[in-house]
């Protein structure tokens, strides 16, 4: 017996879609049939991992988060249409039981959604939570929090240059001098420093922390932490006195919407499906965002997927339905949110969140508040 054989493998941020041997597998499994065993196939269909439950891979050294698609490159893809891998799957099937299967059901079509716009912005700055004081930077697990965002804020005296060096970063953080974007640290690409600059006496810092995926397997599994990790120095120096904000991203409805926005920001829009087969989205060029009421995120099958991000909701329901979605983007944009009929159409480089609700779409972004019903 084979409990569990592999017929793909996940896609990690900045690795291209995983491309598996179909002939060889399809080899494999006419032998293991020939001998009368019995196989499980992992995966036969993966779909989407939704909420923040993509995971990740570690060895202890490097870091493989996993994008919310859960492809796999499996015999029926990520929206459970068949692939090539699936028929040559049915058909050795078929020859080595002797069983005829029933014919295959036709894919649904795929539908456009009309270009539609941003009709409100709100920023992050102006709708933080309380924060939690410390000397040095709080994980996410000290302060309750499982998932989302943690906010790093400090002061830091001036003028000074220097790399902003940090222990350990779980796992992606954007650095922000005055409210303005100074870069990013990376741990998927093994990152702990950034240079930064600033000419005033006194400087606001904050570090915008992503958890990008929980390592899910392995040995690492139990020293895991999310956040600023062993401390953080700049030019030398040791930082404390910091105000941690936990931004779990459970719901909107406390949002305060008010234009304009720089920096990290919330955006809300509508748009009316008049028919639901299976839509696919193909975003406006976005740094990087969410939509969602519960964080639900997925990345769309077929593409190459790096770290730069962007998003557009896709939804797919039993009726027609206005929907509304918000989203976190840290660039402002004044470009429509389009839609195509194909997924390979698709910009690389991008990652999609969705959320399935009966009639709407909205984001997950406030920061403590119960999610909506």
Known sequence: MNGEYWDGWFDHWGAPHAHTNPQQQAGDLDW?????????IYMFHGGTSFGWMNGANSNGKNYEPDVTSYDYDAALDESGHPTPKYFLFRDVIARDTGVTPPPVPAAPAAIAIPAFTMDRV????????????????????????????VLYRTTIDGPISGD????????????????KLAGAIDRRLNQTSLPV??????????????????????????????????????AGHPLTGWDNYSLPMLSSGTLRWRPPCQGPCFYHATFTVDTLPTPSSTPANWAKAWSGSTAARSAASGMSVRKKRSTCPRHSSSRAATKSFSSISTASRDEPCKASTTPSSMPRFQKI??????????????????EEP
């Open 32 to 40: 293991i049939l020939r001998q009368g065993y019995s196989i499980s």
């Open 122 to 149: 709100a920023s992050l700055w102006d709708n933080l939570p309380p924060p939690v004081h410390s000397q040095q930077p709080l994980t996410m697990e000290a302060m309750d929090q499982s998932y989302g965002y």
């Open 164 to 179: 902003l060096a940090i222990g350990a970063v779980h796992d992606y953080a954007q650095v922000y001098i005055d409210g």
């Open 197 to 234: 600059h600033t000419d005033r006496p006194r400087a606001r810092l904050d570090i915008l922390l992503e958890n990008t995926g929980r390592v899910n397997f392995g040995s690492a599994l139990p020293g895991e932490r999310v956040g600023l990790l062993n401390g953080v120095t700049l």
């Open 353 to 370: 969140h969705e959320s399935r609700t009966q009639s709407r779409i909205v984001n997950p972004t406030a920061l403590g508040a119960q």
